[in-house]
């Protein structure tokens, strides 16, 4: 097909030539539409006569003897419409006034007669809005730079770096949601236009800017955990540890396989322990061997750590004379596993004298049982160290105060501690003098409580004296008993039926009553032939018959 204009090859139904550019008109079979040419009139001819000469016109003259063109007598009629009447033969055919479609960019073209078919020519294009127009290069560079700085400000947002790229990510993500929207309502005001020569350009800006927004956003979720891992090593390098451990932990470090959480306990206690706070490090080195099981290589740092600490906290609370925390310090430290042979000598020589100091504050202040159990507990733990031979002389006094005290309150309780002195510590006055004490004399003490039959009225203790039968006849004659009497212990009944004798010798006495006048009596038991009441005069402490509920009367 060609050009009806240039005669230049054209696509069949083409609308436009692309040689010259101008307008095509394409007639359905059966129609016909006229020709132009270079010639200045026009002559339609039929196969008699010619029909009518044209006046001058661009348009090409049409041949009588041209076969492609139809009758025009024939096609005349129907060309005119329904309005249209036959022309007289020989009439003018006058060509239809030249038109063109606006804007199309294209010269005018003959309009075609009535009843030809015509294309529809391209819609124009719209106009954009000038909100879809392209903006300034400096508001699309400060707008971009606006954008890095608002997220950059978010970084400070957060508790801690994680927490601030959180923010980041949120922020790009709602950037670029507007941005989304923002090219949505452009590309509705006509951006995408084919009137806006830099739609592509607009197009590729926004869809990159979004594309970076939200990878930007992706990547920051991301590296969350790993920035929790680098802002903790951060707080670690400024001993802030609690807020390190918090850190490790939002990363996904957790017990008992953390190297880095274990070496931050240490660390910690470390710390603590150099600022001389000992109890709380010994805490943070505590939970470390407690839930960090599995830290490979960190356990023998934390126990030697642990056993300095205590170490340096008994030290502590000897230069502060406070003797009792230290022997508790060093104990703790000599129980530790990880306390060697020298461990033991060193640590032990300063547990002794820790020791050996609170038994002397204790001697002083009297508390003397507290003292004995201090001394011997240096005897017991560390016989070679020098303490043991200093304090022979201030246990000796210990055990003395001890003796007493124990002699006060319930007298038979103080015969061991007199016993103990009096055997081990005989080189000393406390030990000689407990030794006296144990063979002394004692003294023996009663009340009857039925009346006396008369005044004065005595009671004897005799030795050796008891009866054969069950009534109650003396082992021994008149003579013999009188003479025990008159040089046996003698006591004067009071008038309240109680009496005291002076100390007498240790051994057992048989318990007698009377005067010259009315005799004497005693109660004896008829089964064994034994005097009822019996006192056994022993170390250290009186004897006290008690209540005696005999009768005194002559007659018995």
Known sequence: MTCMHCGAPILANAPFCDQCGKQQIHQPEGSIVPTPSTTTGQTISTDSSSVATQPEHPAANVSATDSTLPDMAAIAPQAAGNNATSAPVGAPVVPPPMTSFPGSGHPPAYTPYPGAYLPTPPPEPREPHKIARPLPRWIFLGGIALIIAALAALQFTGSDWADGTLHIALGAISVGALLILATVIRTAAGMSSLANPTRVRQYV??????VVLFMSSGVALLIRPMLHIAQAGNLESQQQWALAIKEYQLGGEKAPTSLNLARVYIEWGEALSKAQQYEQGISKFNTMLSYYTQATGLQDRAWQDELNAYIDWGRQAMNQQDYAAASQHFDTALNLANCDSACKNNVGGLDATAYYNVAEAALASKSYESAVNTFKSIQSKFPNAPEVKQ?????????????????????????????ELANNFK????????????????????????????????VVLMQGFAVVDDQGTPNMSNAEFFQRLDSAPKATVNANGSFTFPPVKQGTYQLVWGNDSIGYGYYFNPTTHKIAYEAAVGQLCSYDFGSLAADLTPDN
């Open 391 to 419: 304090m022979h002389g201030d246990l000796a006094r210990a055990l003395s105060g001890k003796g007493k005290q124990e002699k006060s309150q319930l007298c038979t309780s103080a015969i061991p501690t007199y016993k």
């Open 427 to 458: 080189d000393t006055p406390e030990g000689r003098q407990a030794g006296k004490d144990l063979t002394s004399p004692q003294p023996v003490k009663g009340r009857f409580t039925r009346p006396r039959p008369g005044d004065p009225f005595f």
């Open 205 to 210: 800006s926004a869809i990159l800017l979004i």
